[in-house]
């Protein structure tokens, strides 16, 4: 440790170091050595340096610990992507009739595609697998919650006059791109069977005007803007250290 | 009381010491045991504030005195801290009282 210690002692400034170092060094031959001596070594080390800086180079180094700090915290975030997808009325539905018709059932449908029974047949088959962690530790019921929330079915305006934007959300993006690909294909499918049964004029009723989506960059994070306000961030914190020291030093 | 300025202060008030000796002192009389760092810290800005000086010597274990201006600084800060002594003392006194 005393070995430690007297390395600890080399990150003092040097010009402070050529003033009190053969002192301080004299000071550890004498004393008992601890661990907390290490630490108190090391503290004093920075707050000698931060006394002895220029304050723009306390400002940089903060700003630059808080940009390293915000990256190391930005990469271990786990990434979420976002796939959508964007479905209208099908050409075929002219009628004011027929789209009321279509807007209740599409209504019903969404209902339908996201409830517990069909989220959940989704979430345990093997080919989709997901929230595979989650299954471990928490029941079936709050994974398909955690799904539901994750996703976002909203009315957007279309080509024939609205239309509706699927969405979801998830760390793997070809997953991300499948349960969107399958949501849309189940509204299609639950509002379509509905109405066969009540005339020819919707048989198709709806068509994809947007694909499910393959997302390239995640939504979060946003490692750009983490790393931005880390950096501006440990600059600031700089900037107060450096009127602390002028009031203590006044 | 755990103020390392006004502890070194306290420490060579009586006549000059060294690092070691002063933090042996300090552990005796106030019970509290600086670290080195902590130490060279306040005796780094007692020098810078001309509250003590090196005396002289050749050896590695350079010894340091009060300066007048410290001495006066000291007994500042002591007439105020027997102030709150006073007045916390005078205060519990009361409160017992009662």
């Known amino acids: ?250 | 009381m755990s103020d390392p300025t006004i502890l070194v202060l306290a420490s060579l008030a009586d006549g000059e010491k060294h690092g070691y000796a002063i933090m042996e002192d300090i552990r005796r009389f106030a019970n509290v045991r600086l670290g080195p760092g902590t130490l060279y810290g306040a005796i780094t800005r007692l020098e810078q504030r001309g509250w003590i000086r090196p005396a002289d010597s050749d050896d590695r274990r350079r010894p340091y005195c009060i300066t007048g201006a410290g001495r006066e600084y000291l007994e500042e800060q002591l007439t105020s801290l027997n102030q709150v002594v006073r007045t916390a003392t005078r205060r519990l006194k009361q409160a017992c009282g009662n």
């Open chain 1, 1 to 250: 440790m005393r070995q430690l210690i007297r390395w600890a002692v080399r990150l003092y400034p040097t010009l402070w170091r050529d003033r009190y170092g053969g002192e301080l060094n004299a000071l550890l031959e004498d004393i008992q050595l601890k661990w907390q001596d290490l630490f108190n070594i090391l503290l004093g080390a920075l707050r000698m340096q931060m006394a002895t800086w220029h304050s723009l180079r306390i400002v940089a180094a903060l700003g630059l610990a808080g940009a390293l700090l915000a990256g190391v915290i930005a990469w271990r975030t786990q990434e979420v992507y976002v796939s959508t997808a964007v479905i209208g009325f099908a050409p075929a539905v002219q009628a004011d009739g027929d789209r009321q018709a279509a807007l209740r059932r599409i209504t019903q449908a969404m209902h339908e595609v996201m409830s517990g029974r069909s989220l959940g047949e989704m979430i345990t088959r093997p080919t989709l697998d997901l929230y595979p962690e989650d299954r471990k530790r928490m029941p079936l019921e709050d994974v398909v919650e955690s799904m539901r929330r994750a996703g976002k079915i909203v009315s957007v305006s279309g080509p024939g006059g609205i239309a509706w934007k699927i969405s979801w959300s998830y760390p793997d993006k070809f997953k991300a791109q499948s349960v969107v690909r399958e949501l849309v294909a189940r509204l299609i499918e639950q509002s379509v069977p509905a109405q066969r049964n009540q005339g020819p004029s919707a048989a198709m009723l709806f068509q994809v005007l947007d694909p499910a989506s393959l997302p390239r960059q995640p939504l979060i994070p946003n490692r750009t803007f983490i790393v931005t306000v880390g950096l501006f961030g440990g600059a600031v914190f700089g900037w107060l250290a450096v009127l602390v020291r002028r009031i203590f030093s006044a």
